[in-house]
């Protein structure tokens, strides 16, 4: 079982993060990982702040000579800017965040005590567990990658794109659409929200390639692994809506229209010629494309500030303004490809069992073969 | 903490659910549950089994003269037909059930080792264990309902309508439809794809009226309620979609249209006027209704069925035919109903601590006087 | 993952377990289920209870035609007396029970709340669970025997006999023993006890023979396999002190008295010609036979009862006396290979993976040859 | 729930530790942090390695001023000697330690792979965690103390020594023994070892005061405190034996002898005069001090080898010598209190809820009444 616990403070010295379960004889890219917390911090409409941090992970652990050796592996990446300690209490708690839910939970006298652990800050630590979760998947033939399709009122058109082509032009776009008349519309939408001092939210898609079939289970409600993958997304900062394949669409259509018909070539196998159902069928991977989007709410912190309430005084006032983006949508695809990664490791390793990547791979080559032959 | 494990085959003997983690002190009330049971049984839509089952559950253990005793309840709710081991086998698994990734999974010759357990037969035993975590809800003041708000091309408008007026309206409604003029146009639509051999999804939405801030966590991703409730909606069967509040409208608004200001009176403490949120922020039930839609597929048993391919012979062949409904979104809703009343029970239990309904009581209204006073 | 809860009371209408993770394709014996249940029961110093029940597992769920299909399996053993409701009020809770602790932590006015479930006879789910885990097991080439080693004074001499010859002896033994001679006097030490009206407890072995080394894992404090076992063994009633191998005997002991020195044949692979780790070091198997001890206290419900306190009056008074027997350490035996079975079974899930035996055998006859090539 | 993970290796950069489930307003000293570090490290018997660490924690997420906001806390504990990539490859694994079984495990080719997680360098992260959860405790005048009562084949008289007593004098002695004239027969135990180029175990005790009745539940197996703690105990490097109060005597004792008879007075609510049941009744708390105690096997790496095999040749050859302790049963008493103090904190957590101190004060000051008055 991979498992794994963050913690670290938006102000704070640092964010950090242990992951349990990995296999021996993994390598482990340093520049890989980093390159995957770049990815994260860029994004037309990131603010200051972005410019600020230039993250790097020290693997603090679960390596010898940059390969694991079953141990657990502790993640730790600085802060450019931990003054915690030092900064301002903060009384007006914001709408949209978490701070006025967690000042009750907590009996905070300060939002800055809940707003410093809410933050997306967090998610960094998560995009450094998925980058290692990326290379375990990856040495099973497995890909990630994630492209923005809304951002406000901009959708993007990637139909007939494949795998390929969408992870290639979502690189090079500055939101991370495919569609570049689609991501040049969106940078103009992003534009105008700021000038407005408004803020966007967005959809993105993460797409999983080479799973094979029967990751997950149907046999008890907390096993699906589609389940799992709606919880993981939504634990996303921001995150009010989460979907597979055809998504809240398959609610209008008829089911002769919706269902995938089920193919076999001997060379193949089992396969389908279309994936209304995103990879899943019955709690579990059907050996397509995993297909999830999540629909991203606009950024909480406005400069134009909301009403809000002194939490000592209890009196009207305007919500703080604290350093914020415009549009966080092309980031959060980054966190989403981490947490699905993770799952789909998880899944994997529950599946095959094993406790080394040799082993992991005589399992999983022996699976394969089955399900062709079955 | 709560938590439970179900068991059961479509038409095996039974289907059973194991509850562990009730206080003492909880008055079960059987007619309560099998009313629950009742409810996911009817609705337009529904095939011939519902007609023969009916459901009731025996309650085996956990109660002493119909009150908890801090021990697990065990429900057993009989399956009509248990003719499991005398049906014959099924070589054509269906496209959009868990038919074929079960069978590549577990090695199964036949679908109906998979199917039988993949079944939604199934969720009667987490609507009694829902029934029960209800009854323990209510004991707080907390309400659970559920309408249908999408049958294939219909919608329902229910703006401006109270939680007691949509209950009301869904509890009469043949569909679960809290809108009249909808409701006649969703058996409609219903009775048309019946008669053209095809079958109908659509959205139901929960909502939970009197759940107190602070239930839920943003400190750690597997804390979050908001991602606990979306899995648990996301592994009811043929579950594709799940949002909470403005779900994926707030994709396309901005900030200023879509963040819940925020007001103090000094008798009800700090509220909202608004709920894009759905009653989350950070992780956290924010003391507003919750409210989360799940996009239900059409159902994947058709009568016109599909192209699928016979797992002995490889032969491409039509997918097996078995009894079904057009339309299960009005059960669906119920089941949701169930699954949701379940994780905030949980949460609420971790919450406010304590092994009896008195000693939970206390510490409730505890912590009600402190974050009216916060 | 194999995960399980049981539930029912000593007085209610039946014990129930619910167990899920189990792969597909094991077929379960319901004769070998009942014997296990029916090895529970006996044993010299039993009361009168043992004659009335007559224990028989009814597998509700998760098989077809006998044989597992990956689906969750629900026990049911029936209670013959179940006259949970009509029994009368106890309110002298029991020195040595949970009935005080019980009264106080869940509120109760009553120690039968308490009581009921607190008994004994919730083991029986537990060894039905522990017998299907044994048929899984023996699958895979492993095997459970449990022996008494010591009731009151009279401790067995077992040195040198081989795990077939004491399971054949204890198998005959009224007390479970291997060891005739001192079988005789643990009856005798148990007649005593019974003319004084008193109680006995005592201590048993577990020996699971045929488990390869890796089971467990030394990376987290969490996954050390017998720091599990100890948890499992723990949580039979009446249970005071585990032990592996040369147990508390290792305190006394040198290093070099203890550590079992490493040897390696090309046929047998690496092996010890001692055993005082009993089978585990560094939270892992270590490939020789599993040796668990656990200490049992005498019953706690006595003939000649203790002082108590009545919870209604506070006064002094003399504990209640409840039906019971005067030694149950050759049951608590049984219960015994049925937890270690469990947790067993549940590791080595973990470590292959796999959901058909299939699968399951040949990533296990993988990592044999994995291991001994190592 | 309070939940935690530890990672790093013996000579890796870092020992580290993410503790998640912490309420919020617990002030944390450092200085009490360290010095439970510095607890750890001392000890007659300890060898040479232990003058060159000086262990320091680093709190690098979690708290504001030094108090806690309900964030994950995590520890960094560096390795003065980090050397781990470029120390010699292993390849003669030693008996008693994890090596063989980890070399077979994960697959690995040197025995450093495995033994630098499996050190109990380890558990200077779970001393930490321990130091923590102390804190917490003593909010709710809960408190812990260890000490040795054998090392090889001497064992101390602490009979009718208080808690306050034991604790200072365990404090004082250099092998952590209550009783002066067996502290000074310990130490030439040790020297006696020593000598011989041999090494010693033997057995602490854990004593724990003030927890109130009612921790943990009888209700399923794996919620039992007891159960809990055993696995707790037994995790812990070198541990092969765990037991409660009178522990493996109870097995030749008569129930009369052994049961904690009941009292109460209107002052104090119902307690006992003796505790033979170490604290622990039907799984659950029973308001008397908890005693556990565990024994240790003697450290596993002589100075006079044992027998072994090169993984790589196959050659019988003397396992290899790394530089050790002769005697680590003092600091094994000081892990043992931290885990106890961690598993003892999380049952409190979930018995009583909240979020914050002064939450989980009013809760436990609810109960406490409660109880009394039952």
């Not at 809410?118 to 567990?129: L, M, N, Q």
């Not at 009122?153 to 007939?160: D, F, L, M, N, Y």
């Not at 390639?209 to 997950?216: Q, T």
């Amino acid at each position: 079982m991979l498992r794994y616990l963050t913690s670290g403070e938006s102000h704070g010295r640092c964010v950090t993060a242990i992951v349990d379960g990995l296999p021996s004889g993994l390598a482990v890219s340093k520049k890989d990982l980093d390159s995957e917390l770049s990815r994260r911090m860029f994004g037309y409409g990131r603010g200051k702040r972005m410019s600020i941090e230039s993250d790097r992970a020290e693997i603090l652990s679960g390596l010898r000579k940059g390969i694991t050796v079953g141990s657990p592996i502790a993640l730790l990446i600085n802060n450019s800017d931990h003054s915690i300690d030092s900064l301002p209490v903060i009384l007006e708690p914001r709408p949209g965040h978490a701070d006025l839910a967690g000042i009750l939970k907590y009996g905070a006298r300060d939002a800055r005590d809940i707003l410093e652990r809410a933050s997306a800050r967090e998610t960094v630590a998560r995009v450094g567990v998925g980058a290692i979760s990326k290379m375990l998947l990856k040495e099973f033939g497995i890909s990630v990658l994630s492209h923005v399709i809304q951002i406000g009122r901009v959708s993007a058109v990637t139909k007939g794109m494949g795998f390929g082509r969408i992870q290639e032009m979502a690189e090079k776009s500055a939101v991370r659409c495919a569609d570049p008349a689609s991501s040049k519309l969106m940078c103009k939408e992003i534009d105008n929200a700021k000038s407005d001092g408004d803020t966007l939210g967005g959809v993105f898609e993460v797409v999983i390639k080479g799973v094979p079939a029967g990751l997950g289970s149907h046999v008890q409600w907390d096993r699906k692994i589609d389940a799992k993958l709606a919880m993981a997304m939504m634990s996303i900062q921001a995150i009010k809506g989460v979907s597979f394949g055809a998504g809240f669409d398959v609610s209008s259509l008829r089911g002769s229209e919706v269902h995938d018909e089920i193919f076999y070539e001997k060379q193949r196998g089992f396969f389908r010629r279309t994936n209304s159902a995103g990879g899943f069928e019955g709690g579990m991977t059907n050996g397509e494309n995993l297909v999830v989007r999540a629909a991203m709410k606009p950024i909480a912190t406005l400069r134009r500030p909301l009403a809000s309430v002194n939490i000592r005084t209890k009196k009207k006032v305007l919500a703080t303004v604290e350093r914020s983006d415009v549009c966080a949508v092309p980031s959060a695809g980054v966190v989403g490809e981490a947490v699905a990664a993770i799952e789909i490791a998880n899944a994997l390793i529950e599946k095959i069992g094993g406790d080394s990547i040799r082993e992991m791979r005589r399992n999983f080559d022996g699976y394969l073969e089955q399900i062709k032959r079955a």
